[in-house]
């Protein structure tokens, strides 16, 4: 549900001659599949921003490694915001270390050689927790815990346990149904059947409400 493992594409498209575009917007299309259409800092979702605002960030300043900024593989996605507070930034002392993104203190985390899921996790108010200072760091500069994405992570988690909740709905239905309709039918176990079903449809329901309160 958050932060999942990335992984690019073994090749990007190529002019005719096998150079890369000279436009790095030409990548977008390639880039948002590779993010699985998600901030690779916050990890807000591109549909959850009504499918605009988001940028291709070049992960390595082009600032500094101008070599790269029309390279697709150092291309990422990100929301407006989280662009802007990482902007030109890059670690003094590290700007000729094409390889190494952070020293395990201060940098950034390549989303595609390391899974953000060993260093970020969502507790139950939506708030980022981190392992280690590197993803402080990160934290820190993209203001990660800003109220936007803490609300949008309560949203994306109750959204996905009032999806689960209603799978467990449609299946208990379905076996109260098939169980009134057998042989072995018996009253008292059909009204406890129905008595989980109602339980579970309530969870349900407040699952909604919360969803509800927070959309509105």
């Known amino acids: 549900m958050f932060y999942p493992i990335l992984t690019r594409r073994a090749n990007y498209t190529t002019k005719n001659d096998g150079t890369y575009y000279a436009d790095y917007h030409h990548?977008?299309?390639e880039i948002k599949e590779d993010c699985q259409e998600r901030c690779v800092y916050c990890d807000a979702?591109?549909?959850e921003h009504g499918n605009e605002g988001f940028h291709i960030d070049h992960f390595r300043p082009y600032a500094h490694f101008v070599e790269l900024k029309s390279n697709p593989n150092n291309?990422?996605?990100a929301c407006s915001k989280c662009n802007i507070w990482k902007s030109k930034n890059w670690p003094t002392g590290m700007y000729f270390h094409v390889h190494a993104s952070h020293d395990g203190a201060i940098g950034f985390i390549d989303p595609f050689l390391e899974p953000l899921s060993n260093y970020f996790r969502v507790d139950q108010s939506g708030k980022l927790l981190t392992t280690g200072a590197v993803a402080e760091y990160m934290l820190e500069l993209l203001h990660l815990n800003r109220e936007?994405?803490?609300q949008l992570r309560r949203k994306r988690a109750t959204l996905h346990k009032a999806m689960q909740l209603n799978e467990i709905v449609d299946k208990k239905l379905k076996d109260l149904v098939d169980?009134?309709?057998s042989d072995d039918f018996d009253r008292d176990t059909a009204r406890n059947m129905a008595i989980s079903l109602r339980e579970v449809k309530d969870l349900l329901t407040d699952a909604l409400n919360m969803l509800?309160?927070?959309v509105s």
Do not use: F
């Open 27 to 29: 990548y977008l299309t």
């Open 212 to 214: 509800h309160k927070r």
């Open 45 to 47: 979702l591109l549909s």
């Open 179 to 181: 169980y009134m309709q």
């Open 148 to 150: 936007s994405r803490i």
């Open 75 to 77: 291309l990422v996605l």
